[in-house]
């Protein structure tokens, strides 16, 4: 591939710091609206089962132009075709990046027939999962998933938003801590003979999903359970431990599927056995239909790369140093952790592809809660707090809430009313604000008795607003929406990295701590570390060790 320059050697570069410093730092969302009637119009975009509104960033016409400009010139476009081809982009691992081949169509993409045959395996697993729910005198009752980081948070967070069309049988639920009390409070509630273990973990080296499988099989065993083999399976690349560990059914995957990009994979078999494989194809299908947009959309109007821009632009012209995430949307709740390891383990860097420490800072930290929650936590600082916070608010228009008969559903119909009410009232007064004479204006009495006076009550009360926020609308919260929805995520995180010029696909940053925790491990052994020579450690390691010392 022809090289392209790092973002900061740019002429687009240099045009959007200059337009920064003459409009983009005094910005304010309030005169942006009322200049121009058609904000909405201008900075709405449309996608695969989504749109996207910007219109209450801290964005112009010019930068957008300039934005477009800097996405050509760092060859956006150009290491998007080659990852999609193939290509090993990955560069410090020598992989290819090939997430998107899991969801094409077949023929559409490298690796089309071994993808399809081992996808038809799976799902026709899925589905003979789901027919033991509902024969035999002993029907399974409950799927547990053991894995980590993307071998968890991907199937959890999709489980979960696909709650209302899951088997309405089958419990699914997700260990991955190595502490025990995860694993513990979920084998208190199953029985070894209603229960499937999924091993996730693509390397099946993993200490916590080793630890953790070990207990379960361990438990298993004690509680009769039977053969290892009927109610372990596992989804790996290392068919040979998982065939150590007992297991025969295994489904497998490439080394070009990244961990936090696996959902799609042999990873997604929880997924599979709660939406079943119709379900599991339409998230496919969401998910495609994104790529397609990705693929073949000018950047003028690709959404995923106009999100990416926007997320260069926010973390090094206006120095926002994080993003919140708010999903009101309840089956949403997990997708903040699920962000979090795609956007920081992918983004979070500090050397360009080259090796070179780099002069401007990479991805933000991503944060969040599902709204309304989030409204009564932290929203509080996102108003008021000295720095903006830019957010993103992600609204489902129809809801699937359902429970009781004609009342409760008139109920939970305005519940939704009110839910979206709230997304929409925040972002609009987090731009808007209020000023001290409005504060003023409708100053309440203060409390009798209270030592404050009037002024300063008001500037407590006053909000400064031009705080950016995004929005994205869905219809609802379908299979196929959330997937178009994650591979939007996943694009804009592939985009941002580009103009970070920073390999996302590496995360060499875990090996550290994994290298360190397993070097202390034996000095907490009684036996071992009682008489062990802590002298080599710096005092404040061998300080707690002494003290966490049985
Ligand atoms: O956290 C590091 C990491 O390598 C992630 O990238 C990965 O998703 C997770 O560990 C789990 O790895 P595995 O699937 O190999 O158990």
Same mark, same amino acid.
């Given at each position: 591939?022809?090289?392209?320059? &790092?973002?900061?050697?740019?002429?687009?570069?240099?045009?959007?710091?200059?337009?920064?410093?003459? @409009?983009?730092?005094?910005?304010?969302?309030?005169?942006?609206?009322?200049?121009?009637? &058609?904000?909405?119009?201008? /900075?709405?975009?449309? $996608?695969?089962?989504?749109?996207?509104?910007?219109?209450?960033?801290?964005?112009? *016409?010019?930068?957008?132009?300039?934005?477009?400009?800097?996405?050509?010139?760092?060859? +956006?476009?150009?290491?998007?075709?080659?990852?999609?081809?193939?290509?090993?982009?990955?560069?410090?691992?020598?992989?290819?990046?090939?997430?998107?081949?899991?969801?094409?169509?077949?023929?559409?993409?490298?690796?089309?027939?071994?993808?399809?045959?081992?996808?038809?395996?799976?799902? %026709?697993?899925?589905?003979? +999962?789901?027919?033991?729910?509902?024969?035999?005198? &002993?029907? !399974?009752? @409950?799927?547990?998933?053991?894995?980590?980081?993307?071998?968890?948070?991907?199937?959890?967070?999709?489980?979960?938003?696909?709650?209302?069309? %899951?088997?309405?049988?089958?419990?699914?639920? /997700?260990?991955?801590?190595?502490?025990?009390?995860?694993?513990?409070? +979920?084998?208190?509630?199953?029985?070894?003979?209603?229960?499937?273990?999924?091993?996730?973990?693509?390397?099946?080296?993993?200490?916590?999903?080793?630890?953790?499988?070990?207990?379960?099989? $361990?438990?298993?065993?004690?509680?009769?359970?039977?053969?290892?083999?009927?109610?372990?399976?596992?989804?790996?690349?290392?068919?040979?431990?998982?065939?150590?560990?007992?297991?025969?059914?295994?489904?497998?995957?490439?080394?070009? +599927?990244?961990?936090?990009?696996?959902?799609?994979?042999?990873?997604?078999?929880?997924?599979?056995?709660?939406?079943?494989?119709?379900?599991?194809?339409?998230?496919?299908?969401?998910?495609?239909?994104?790529?397609?947009?990705?693929?073949?959309?000018?950047?003028?109007?690709?959404?995923?790369?106009?999100?990416?821009?926007?997320?260069?632009?926010?973390?090094?012209?206006?120095?926002?140093?994080?993003?919140?995430?708010?999903?009101? @949307?309840?089956?949403?709740?997990?997708?903040?952790?699920? !962000? #979090?390891?795609?956007?920081?383990?992918?983004?979070?860097?500090?050397?360009?592809?080259?090796?070179?420490?780099?002069?401007?800072?990479?991805?933000?930290?991503?944060?969040?809660?599902?709204?309304?929650?989030? #409204?009564?936590?932290?929203? #509080?600082?996102?108003?008021?707090?000295?720095?903006?916070?830019?957010?993103?608010?992600?609204?489902?228009?129809?809801?699937?809430?359902?429970?009781?008969?004609? *009342?409760?559903?008139?109920?939970?119909?305005?519940?939704?009313?009110?839910?979206?009410?709230?997304?929409?009232?925040?972002?609009?007064?987090?731009?808007?604000?209020?000023?001290?004479?409005?504060?003023?204006?409708?100053?309440?009495?203060?409390?009798?008795?209270?030592?404050?006076?009037?002024?300063?009550? *008001?500037?407590?009360?006053?909000?400064?607003?031009?705080?950016?926020?995004?929005?994205?609308?869905?219809?609802?919260?379908?299979?196929?929406?959330?997937?178009?929805?994650?591979?939007?995520?996943?694009?804009?995180?592939?985009?941002?990295?580009?103009?970070?010029?920073?390999?996302?696909?590496?995360?060499?940053?875990?090996?550290?701590?994994?290298?360190?925790?397993?070097?202390?491990?034996?000095?907490?052994?009684?036996?071992?570390?009682?008489?062990?020579?802590?002298?080599?450690?710096?005092?404040?390691?061998?300080?707690?060790?002494? &003290?966490?010392?049985?």
């Amino acid at each position: 591939m022809t090289p392209f320059p &790092r973002c900061d050697a740019t002429a687009a570069w240099a045009a959007l710091g200059g337009h920064f410093e003459a @409009h983009g730092r005094d910005f304010d969302l309030r005169d942006a609206f009322a200049q121009d009637p &058609r904000r909405f119009e201008r /900075f709405g975009f449309a $996608a695969p089962e989504l749109f996207c509104d910007l219109s209450k960033n801290r964005l112009d *016409a010019a930068t957008l132009h300039f934005l477009v400009d800097l996405a050509r010139e760092c060859g +956006v476009e150009a290491w998007r075709d080659a990852m999609l081809a193939g290509e090993p982009i990955n560069l410090t691992e020598g992989r290819a990046v090939l997430h998107t081949a899991l969801r094409a169509p077949p023929g559409a993409a490298p690796f089309s027939e071994e993808v399809q045959a081992t996808r038809e395996e799976m799902l %026709a697993f899925a589905e003979a +999962v789901r027919a033991r729910a509902e024969e035999g005198a &002993r029907p !399974l009752r @409950h799927v547990v998933n053991i894995g980590i980081g993307g071998s968890d948070l991907g199937p959890q967070m999709a489980v979960a938003a696909l709650a209302p069309f %899951a088997h309405p049988q089958l419990e699914l639920h /997700f260990v991955s801590n190595v502490d025990g009390h995860d694993i513990a409070s +979920v084998l208190r509630r199953v029985a070894p003979a209603e229960t499937l273990f999924i091993v996730a973990s693509k390397t099946f080296t993993t200490q916590e999903t080793m630890a953790n499988a070990a207990t379960a099989k $361990a438990w298993f065993l004690e509680g009769g359970g039977g053969a290892v083999a009927q109610h372990f399976v596992a989804a790996t690349t290392n068919v040979e431990a998982a065939a150590r560990f007992g297991i025969t059914r295994t489904f497998g995957f490439r080394d070009w +599927v990244g961990g936090r990009y696996s959902l799609w994979s042999a990873i997604g078999l929880p997924i599979a056995i709660a939406i079943g494989a119709p379900g599991f194809r339409e998230l496919l299908a969401g998910a495609y239909a994104m790529d397609q947009h990705f693929a073949q959309t000018p950047v003028e109007s690709n959404l995923p790369m106009l999100l990416g821009l926007r997320l260069r632009e926010d973390r090094n012209f206006h120095g926002f140093t994080s993003r919140s995430v708010a999903p009101y @949307h309840h089956g949403l709740k997990r997708l903040p952790a699920y !962000l #979090q390891q795609l956007e920081m383990e992918s983004n979070g860097k500090r050397v360009d592809r080259e090796g070179r420490a780099l002069p401007y800072a990479t991805s933000p930290v991503v944060w969040g809660e599902p709204g309304t929650n989030g #409204q009564h936590a932290y929203f #509080q600082m996102l108003h008021q707090g000295t720095e903006p916070i830019p957010v993103e608010f992600i609204l489902v228009k129809e809801s699937d809430a359902n429970a009781g008969g004609s *009342a409760v559903r008139e109920a939970l119909a305005r519940q939704h009313r009110m839910l979206l009410a709230n997304g929409l009232a925040q972002a609009q007064a987090l731009m808007l604000g209020r000023t001290t004479a409005e504060a003023l204006a409708e100053q309440p009495t203060p409390p009798a008795g209270a030592a404050i006076d009037a002024a300063t009550l *008001a500037a407590h009360r006053t909000f400064p607003g031009n705080r950016p926020s995004t929005t994205l609308l869905l219809e609802r919260l379908t299979p196929r929406s959330l997937g178009a929805l994650i591979a939007l995520y996943e694009h804009r995180v592939f985009t941002a990295g580009i103009l970070w010029s920073i390999d996302s696909f590496d995360q060499w940053g875990v090996e550290l701590g994994k290298g360190l925790g397993s070097h202390l491990l034996p000095l907490l052994d009684t036996a071992a570390g009682a008489d062990a020579d802590l002298s080599g450690l710096d005092a404040s390691t061998a300080g707690l060790l002494r &003290r966490l010392r049985p």
